[in-house]
Antibody, heavy 120, light 110 residues
Framework: QVTLRESGPASLKPTQTLTLTCTFS??????????VSWIRQPPGKALEWLAR???????YYSTSLKTRLTISKDTSKNQVVLTMTNMDPVDTATYYC????????????WGQGTMVTISS | QSALTQPASVSGSPGQSITISCTGT?????????VSWYQQHPGKAPKLMIY???KRPSGISNRFSGSKSGNTASLTISGLQVEDEADYYC??????????FGGGTKLTVL
């Protein structure tokens, strides 16, 4: 069974750095074609793709957020980490990680999401 | 990268068919056969319903179908059921190896 689970702080203050961890099971991120993306959703708003890391360690970022994002993986721990710098209240959202097993194809399995609130 | 354009809402009665459109550009929907559709119930994570334009993952009802013409993709749900009431999002691969989502469509089953 494939599962992903996001973890990280529930709240941060403006200007702080967000670090989120996606811990997964049921697949290996060293398998050819495998990718993991981060996607967020502000309350009541649409989904927004943030970043992706591939099995071969290629990394891709949202054009509008690339200066603030860093994605990395620890294959031995089955984890993908996303950092986002200089957090702002508009970054308040539920953050999801999702798998794409034949990248690029589609996000076939999603984590449950973790809500992050940015407030002073 | 601008969001794909979806209608804010659509509605239908049980048993009817509805279609949700998703309009992009020649840099995303029009260039790649990599449009996917996601169903999201309140408070839940999105669920993949259609991938690569028209393919259904295992376990997804054949009442859900996808298509594409030019820069516009479409999701059709036939034989509407009450449980189909949810938000639906399209997503397309785009230039620079990025992904772009639509603004979402709220489906109401009357």
């Amino acid at each position: 069974q494939v599962t992903l689970r996001e973890s990280g702080p529930a709240s941060l203050k403006p200007t702080q750095t967000l670090t989120l961890t996606c811990t997964f099971s049921g697949f290996s991120l060293s398998t050819s074609g495998m990718c993991v993306s981060w996607i967020r959703q502000p309350p009541g708003k649409a989904l927004e793709w943030l970043a992706r890391i591939d099995w071969d360690d290629d990394k891709y970022y949202s054009t509008s957020l690339k200066t603030r994002l860093t994605i990395s993986k620890d294959t031995s721990k089955n984890q993908v980490v996303l950092t986002m710098t200089n957090m702002d209240p508009v970054d308040t959202a539920t953050y999801y990680c999702a798998r794409d097993r034949s990248g690029p194809s589609a996000f076939d399995i999603w984590g449950q999401g973790t809500m992050v609130t940015i407030s002073s | 990268q601008s969001a794909l354009t979806q209608p804010a809402s659509v509605s239908g009665s049980p048993g009817q068919s509805i279609t949700i459109s998703c309009t992009g550009t020649s840099s995303d929907v029009g260039s790649y056969n990599l449009v996917s559709w996601y169903q999201q119930h309140p408070g839940k994570a999105p669920k993949l319903m259609i991938y690569e334009g028209s393919k259904r993952p295992s376990g997804i009802s054949n009442r859900f179908s996808g298509s594409k013409s030019g820069n516009t993709a479409s999701l059709t749900i036939s034989g509407l059921q009450v449980e189909d009431e949810a938000d639906y999002y399209c997503c397309s691969y785009a230039s620079s190896s990025t992904w772009v989502f639509g603004g979402g469509t709220k489906l109401t089953v009357l």
